[in-house]
């Protein structure tokens, strides 16, 4: 029977969740997959510095692959600072033109108005009679002029006036280049493009950092309200803004940047929706940086709305250079190599794990506190979901409660963000034939990750061999497919999947196909090396300064 030993537990604690009541140090958070360096007056350093400034401390082995790509985000940076400059000069001189333009326009249209007031009234009898005149002519023969016409004239004549006045509109500058990164897990994708993320703080204005669950959710809800409220006004216009991915407001002009991780094509909403509003934002100056574990161009192996896609794969390489991660090293794994406590992940499921888990539960609310309660927290789409354990930013589940219930990204986003600590219970061993639970598990791992939870499980084996991928049987899983909803188990997303409708004959056979194991593989991974990770010191060391939980409290205070 093998067991990970506690051991300075009290120690650990102390260094995660004490309060910090002074002023931050100056030494970067880190841990195995992402490195930030905490808010500051001053100019953050570049991505291409700290990640050599880690190699100096001993955080990092060097990796040419890695550098390689810090020095590219590096010169992304550059260019885009530059971008910002000339899009805020842009602006001004927009703005200014607009003005000069309507003050002279309003100017045409006085004199115009004032040269039509001239004359005495004779002419203007004699005008009002031609006019009657040529109405009665032009009834009679309407095929000689078109409505509007003359107005139509005027309007370009004065559009021609104002141009000679006043100049052309001012021309926006080309958006500079982003980045697709791409490579294995592990292999410090996400920790390079964060490290970018937090050097444009104070540099762009519009700036938003997605993982695709999240973003894939923030698209749902944003069409569901826009068809909400169609309906609602019985208009059947559409219109859809893609600027609430970056945050774009009217009154703050500048350059916009998006960094997406983990970009996917897991079902053909993915893929309509990414190739309409990425296409559209790249089209419109925004700048993506976004990681993947598959290049562009074999993200949709099996083919589904082919034209669609090789849109996205053109417009992804117009506007990205795209670069791989060459290394085979799981960084994540190294890491948890050299650590000596790791004491969060409990197994197997026999008494032993059950008593040390509850003893790590008992020390970590009593730190906060000591009161149980059950609470209520919001998802998006008007949802809630009930927490049965909970206790100042403490939570405890079940792995049944979280997968092996209809709950899906959105509610494992709303716990990873109201909740630093999360405690999970029984979690078995995973195949194809818990296929769905196990899928859940991943996107579960994926939000706590993502937000940077600090997590407590047990489990009925170690990590490596938690998720078995063997030929049990395929299950298709309609949970991955569902359109999250205001009504509670959401719909299932018939008017975008692929050709031919879910019925209770079988699926798509592309989407078939592609969960026939081989994207699971990835996942697998993925959580993985996640995992490992998340019971390291220097990903723990991050929990305090980097979940949202304490980043409101220090904001608040």
């Given at each position: 029977?093998?067991?990970?030993k506690?051991?300075?537990?009290?120690?650990?604690?102390?260094?995660?969740?004490?309060r910090?009541?002074?002023?931050h140090?100056?030494?970067?958070?880190?841990n195995?997959?992402?490195?930030?360096?905490?808010?500051?007056?001053?100019?953050?350093?570049?991505?291409?510095?700290?990640?050599?400034?880690?190699?100096?401390?001993?955080?990092?082995?060097?990796?040419?692959?890695?550098?390689?790509?810090?020095?590219?985000?590096?010169?992304?940076?550059?260019?885009?600072?530059q971008?910002?400059?000339?899009?805020?000069e842009?602006?001004?001189?927009?703005?200014?033109w607009?003005?000069?333009?309507?003050?002279?326009?309003?100017?045409?249209?006085?004199?115009?108005?004032?040269?039509?007031?001239?004359?005495?009234?004779w002419?203007?009898?004699?005008?009002?009679?031609?006019?009657?005149?040529?109405?009665?002519?032009?009834?009679?023969?309407?095929?000689?002029?078109?409505?509007?016409?003359?107005?139509?004239?005027?309007?370009?004549?004065?559009?021609?006036?104002?141009?000679?006045?006043?100049?052309?509109?001012?021309?926006?500058?080309?958006?500079?280049?982003?980045?697709?990164?791409?490579?294995?897990?592990?292999?410090?994708?996400?920790?390079?493009?964060?490290?970018f993320?937090?050097a444009?703080?104070?540099?762009?204005?519009?700036?938003?950092?997605?993982?695709?669950?999240?973003?894939?959710?923030?698209?749902?809800?944003?069409?569901?309200?826009?068809?909400?409220n169609?309906?609602?006004?019985?208009?059947?216009?559409?219109?859809?803004?893609?600027?609430?991915?970056?945050?774009?407001?009217?009154?703050?002009?500048g350059?916009?940047?998006?960094?997406?991780?983990?970009?996917?094509?897991?079902?053909?909403?993915?893929?309509?929706?990414?190739?309409?509003?990425?296409?559209?934002?790249?089209?419109?100056?925004?700048?993506?940086?976004?990681?993947?574990?598959?290049?562009?161009?074999?993200?949709?192996?099996?083919?589904m709305?082919?034209?669609?896609?090789?849109?996205?794969?053109?417009?992804?390489?117009?506007?990205?250079?795209?670069?791989?991660?060459?290394?085979e090293?799981?960084?994540?794994?190294?890491?948890?190599?050299?650590?000596?406590?790791?004491?969060?992940?409990?197994?197997?499921?026999?008494?032993?794990?059950?008593?040390?888990l509850?003893?790590m539960?008992?020390?970590?609310?009593?730190?906060?506190?000591?009161?149980?309660i059950s609470?209520?927290?919001?998802v998006?789409?008007?949802?809630t979901?009930?927490v049965?354990?909970?206790?100042n930013?403490?939570?405890?589940?079940?792995?049944?409660?979280?997968?092996?219930?209809?709950?899906?990204?959105?509610?494992?986003?709303?716990?990873?963000?109201?909740?630093?600590?999360?405690?999970?219970?029984?979690?078995?061993?995973?195949s194809?034939?818990i296929?769905?639970?196990?899928r859940?598990?991943?996107?579960?791992?994926?939000?706590?990750?993502?937000?940077?939870?600090?997590?407590?499980?047990?489990?009925a084996?170690?990590?490596?061999?938690?998720?078995?991928?063997?030929?049990?049987?395929?299950?298709?899983?309609?949970?991955?497919?569902?359109?999250?909803?205001?009504?509670?188990?959401?719909?299932l997303?018939?008017?975008?999947?692929?050709?031919?409708?879910?019925?209770?004959?079988?699926a798509?056979?592309?989407?078939?196909?592609m969960?026939?194991?081989?994207?699971?593989?990835f996942?697998?991974?993925?959580?993985?090396?996640?995992?490992?990770?998340?019971?390291?010191?220097?990903?723990?060391?991050?929990?305090?300064s980097?979940?949202?939980?304490?980043?409101?409290?220090?904001?608040?205070?």
């Amino acid at each position: 029977m093998k067991m990970k030993k506690i051991t300075s537990i009290a120690s650990l604690l102390h260094l995660r969740f004490t309060r910090q009541t002074g002023i931050h140090s100056n030494k970067f958070c880190v841990n195995a997959a992402r490195f930030y360096s905490p808010p500051s007056s001053t100019k953050p350093p570049g991505p291409l510095m700290q990640y050599r400034k880690l190699i100096e401390q001993g955080k990092l082995q060097h990796d040419p692959n890695q550098e390689k790509v810090a020095l590219a985000l590096e010169n992304v940076l550059g260019r885009l600072e530059q971008y910002e400059k000339d899009m805020e000069e842009y602006h001004v001189n927009l703005a200014n033109w607009e003005k000069n333009r309507e003050n002279e326009r309003c100017s045409l249209l006085i004199r115009e108005a004032e040269s039509k007031q001239q004359g005495d009234v004779w002419t203007s009898v004699n005008k009002h009679r031609n006019t009657l005149i040529e109405r009665w002519m032009f009834r009679k023969n309407p095929e000689n002029v078109e409505p509007g016409v003359g107005r139509w004239v005027s309007y370009l004549n004065r559009e021609r006036k104002l141009d000679s006045l006043v100049g052309r509109c001012p021309t926006a500058p080309p958006a500079p280049k982003g980045l697709y990164l791409y490579g294995n897990v592990g292999s410090g994708k996400t920790m390079l493009m964060d490290m970018f993320y937090g050097a444009t703080e104070g540099i762009v204005k519009h700036r938003q950092r997605f993982h695709f669950h999240e973003a894939m959710l923030k698209i749902n809800e944003h069409m569901h309200r826009l068809w909400k409220n169609q309906v609602e006004e019985k208009s059947l216009r559409s219109s859809i803004s893609d600027k609430f991915l970056v945050d774009q407001h009217a009154d703050q002009r500048g350059a916009s940047i998006l960094c997406f991780d983990e970009i996917q094509t897991v079902d053909v909403f993915a893929i309509v929706a990414l190739s309409g509003i990425v296409s559209r934002l790249l089209s419109t100056g925004t700048v993506l940086v976004a990681t993947s574990n598959r290049a562009p161009w074999d993200l949709n192996q099996d083919g589904m709305q082919r034209e669609i896609f090789q849109k996205l794969v053109a417009k992804l390489e117009k506007h990205c250079e795209i670069i791989p991660i060459g290394s085979e090293i799981d960084y994540r794994r190294l890491i948890a190599q050299r650590s000596i406590d790791q004491v969060h992940y409990f197994w197997p499921l026999d008494g032993n794990a059950v008593r040390q888990l509850e003893a790590m539960w008992c020390q970590v609310t009593n730190h906060f506190g000591g009161k149980i309660i059950s609470s209520t927290i919001p998802v998006m789409f008007g949802r809630t979901l009930e927490v049965p354990q909970s206790c100042n930013g403490v939570a405890r589940f079940t792995f049944e409660y979280l997968c092996g219930r209809p709950v899906g990204a959105a509610d494992y986003i709303a716990v990873a963000h109201n909740y630093h600590t999360v405690f999970i219970t029984d979690i078995p061993v995973m195949s194809m034939r818990i296929r769905d639970k196990a899928r859940r598990f991943i996107t579960l791992i994926d939000e706590l990750y993502n937000h940077h939870c600090c997590l407590f499980c047990s489990a009925a084996s170690s990590i490596d061999d938690l998720f078995q991928g063997t030929e049990e049987g395929t299950l298709f899983d309609l949970e991955s497919f569902q359109f999250e909803t205001e009504i509670e188990g959401g719909k299932l997303r018939r008017d975008v999947l692929a050709e031919g409708s879910v019925s209770s004959g079988g699926a798509p056979a592309g989407i078939v196909s592609m969960l026939s194991g081989q994207e699971e593989l990835f996942a697998f991974r993925r959580a993985v090396s996640r995992l490992i990770e998340m019971q390291t010191p220097l990903y723990l060391e991050g929990v305090h300064s980097l979940h949202p939980y304490f980043r409101n409290s220090t904001k608040n205070m």
